[in-house]
């Protein structure tokens, strides 16, 4: 997919929908006597979240499992359209676009498998991780250069912001508001 094409679907979009196992996590799901234990989710993801609803992004996770462990990780990022035990992941995306009243060429959504194919297909902008299989990967708009669990959502995340004009004006505003609290930035270029 040409780059330039992925930057203009990215700067269309309205929503970001994301697939939670091997897209916001690295896949591995630890199981103990009594189920589901843990699910290990990158910090900088979540920043990367946090920076993209501050740009007035809608945030929306449509997973097939169903987990206690994401609807706390959705709260403390502040997702609250979360739908869990989705196995068919368009029907989802189609019920999130009626809700929000908004059509498919202004969501974007991350996945990882194919399982994910047909609502990424229908989506103005699809994104992937860059151990995703070739299948997905390869029908992707957008794909990242870091693994699942690894800072990829937080890369996508500047994508877009990017794609939209607005990452420098991001970066800045958190050099201003901690302006009283930081050193000034190093100047580059010289001694």
């Known amino acids: 997919m040409a780059a330039a094409d992925a930057r203009s679907r990215a700067a269309r979009i309205e929503v970001l ?15 103990g006597p009594q189920g589901e234990a843990m699910k290990a989710f990158n910090v900088r993801d979540g920043f990367g979240l946090t920076l993209l609803r501050e740009a007035g992004l809608q945030l929306a996770i449509i997973t097939a499992r169903q987990s206690e462990i ?15 035990g989705e196995r ?51 029908r992707a708009h957008w794909v990242s250069t870091l693994a699942a669990g690894s800072g990829a959502i937080r890369e996508l995340a500047e994508f877009i912001l990017d794609s939209r004009g607005e990452l420098h004006s991001a970066l800045a505003r958190r050099l201003i508001s ?14």
Not at 178 to 191: D, I, L, S, W, Y
């Open 178 to 191: 901690t302006a009283g609290h930081a050193r000034r930035e190093p100047q580059r270029g010289g001694p």
């Open 17 to 31: 929908a994301l697939d939670v196992d091997g897209t916001l996590t690295d896949g591995r799901i630890y199981i």
């Open 88 to 138: 068919d992941k368009l029907a989802a995306l189609e019920a999130l676009c009626r809700k929000l009243s908004i059509t498919p060429d202004r969501v974007g959504y991350a996945g990882d498998d194919w399982t994910d194919l047909p609502a990424m297909l229908a989506a103005g902008f699809s994104a992937t991780v860059v151990d995703a299989p070739e299948a997905v990967r390869s």
């Open 70 to 84: 994401v609807r706390h990780r959705a709260a403390e990022l502040g997702i609250a359209l979360v739908m869990q």
